[in-house]
């Protein structure tokens, strides 16, 4: 009962605090799905990845080719195991180029938004999906930012 008693008496204490702060305090959403969907920057990335993938698949191609006309079975099975390796290597490279990269433009559009979000004196910005009402949405302006 005391626990009960103390838990309603901090919640009140809580929400009275926040009545009380709630003056000056501005709430902004952002669709953030449409902001990287509309960045420039992961757009690149995009075509990027694209090139890359062709790539690597022409290089499988050029694998298949070359095992293919290798009729000695101890040899074919070296070269599968090279060419394996090397497609291993590859993968790795470009996926770990890519989360980096990502990595980059991730802090890139936060920091855009939090520089948006300071410069229009919101107190807090929230992911649109998130809220079910209520916020500014500055979705249209951080688009225009990042294209």
């Known amino acids: 009962m005391i626990k009960k008693l103390g838990l309603l008496a901090v919640s009140a204490a809580l929400l009275c605090g926040l009545s009380a702060s709630a003056e000056g305090f501005s709430v902004a ?5 449409a902001v990287v969907n509309a960045s420039a920057q992961v757009q690149a990335l995009k075509k990027e990845q694209q090139i890359k993938a062709q790539e690597i698949i022409k290089f499988i191609e050029k694998a298949r080719k070359d095992v293919a006309s290798i009729t000695d079975t101890k040899k074919k099975q070296a070269a599968e ?9 590859k993968k790795e490279k470009m996926d770990a180029d890519y989360a980096t990269k990502l990595q980059a ?3 890139s559009i936060s920091q855009q938004i939090t520089d948006k979000a300071k410069a229009d004196g919101y107190s807090v910005v929230l992911s649109k999906n998130v809220v079910l009402y209520g916020g500014q ?9 990042v294209k």
């Open 81 to 89: 195991e090279k060419y394996n390796k090397e497609l291993t290597a």
């Open 105 to 107: 433009l991730d802090k």
């Open 137 to 145: 949405d500055i979705t249209a302006e951080i688009v225009k930012i």
């Open 29 to 33: 959403v952002v669709d953030v799905p």
